[in-house]
DNA sequence: TAAACATATGAACATATGTTCATATATCAA
DNA sequence: TTGATATATGAACATATGTTCATATGTTTA
């Protein structure tokens, strides 16, 4: 890779930036995170949790969903760890994982309602 | 909306936080920049323009895709306002547009790897 | 002006994904 | 145990999306 060929603002050292990018697993799990993150169901599911925990059927019916399309989101969401699950009798209690998805949240939020 | 409904631990005002949701249009907004970020290519393109502005060339050369990709990645993430361009001369140079996606970026960078 | 270089973009195809439908499992109430 | 409630999940279909291919536009050099 020679850098030298770009006459080219601030592209004096390619090889360098190349070698600092994130590993190959790291942005494959990126990806996953935000696409996740792409569906309208899942990200009102994340600001809705982020005001508290809440039962499938709470969520269900606040966002007048199917109980499949909630579960199937929830399933997603659970295994890319942004969201955890804890039983409570015949409930299944869903909360934030921790606090970068809330900073995730915020971040993306205030990128458009800034720009908007 | 009877929240009454749900014997499930801090569903009592249910009502309060769907109206403390975003917009439908901030929702959409974010799930369009979401939509931008699960794609490995374009991750790499942000990751690669974090460390400092780069042409188009530079970018193809650094990732070894095809001119045809990466233009056709930027030109989502300048439509969403991820990335913005200048001209010099033949060179489009590309740049992250502000600190959001910054942060987005580094948000999601520490919850990947912290998890791992 | 002609050739080479840098970038953009529409069409098309193959793959990925969200929702619905049907059904399964588990818990609680009677 | 029976019925009702709460949640999970596989299959299938319709839609969305990334890449490639072909081609167009604009800039620089000779």
Known sequence: ??????????????????????SEDSIYSMCRIFNALQCTTRLKILFLLLQGDLCVKAIEDALGLTQSAISHSLKNLRQLDLVRVRKEGRFAVYYIADQHVELLMSMCREHVEEVK
Request: glycine share 4%; proline share 5%.
């Open 1 to 22: 890779m020679d850098d030298s060929e770009h006459i080219c603002a601030d592209s004096t050292c390619l090889g360098d930036r190349v070698r600092h990018l994130p």
